[in-house]
């Protein structure tokens, strides 16, 4: 079962950059790429970005096109998100997680909280 941990959240002002991390370890099958969710406060958890194994295709949330960028390191299995002119409605618990991987691989996240 694939092990993620993520990294790199914080508090930010309106407008700022983060880049988030997030490191995959005991799977055993990389096909499916890589996503980023995230769950705002009181709401469900949403799609963010998608990566494919080999880097070529990638998928953006409508509300984060062109402001933030997934990339990966395939050799270290860890997947990155620039994410550029944060705003408030970014603050949210950011995921990763493998598009196919099983619900009980979600990991524990990062916070992101953007003021105004």
């Known amino acids: 079962q694939v092990h993620l941990v993520e990294s790199g959240g914080g508090s930010v002002q309106a407008g700022g950059s983060l880049r988030l991390s997030c490191v995959a370890s005991g799977r055993t099958d990389t096909s499916d790429g890589m996503g980023w969710y995230r769950q705002p406060p009181g709401k469900a958890r949403e799609f963010v970005a998608s990566?494919?194994?080999?880097?070529?295709?990638?998928h953006y949330a409508d509300s984060v096109t062109g402001l933030f960028t997934i990339s990966a390191d395939n050799p270290k299995d860890t997947t990155y998100l620039q994410m550029n002119t944060l705003k408030p409605e970014d603050t949210a618990i950011y995921y990763c997680k493998p598009p196919c991987a099983t619900n009980d691989s979600w990991g524990q996240g990062t916070r992101i909280t953007v003021s105004a």
């Open positions: 990566i494919s194994q080999s880097g070529d295709s990638t």
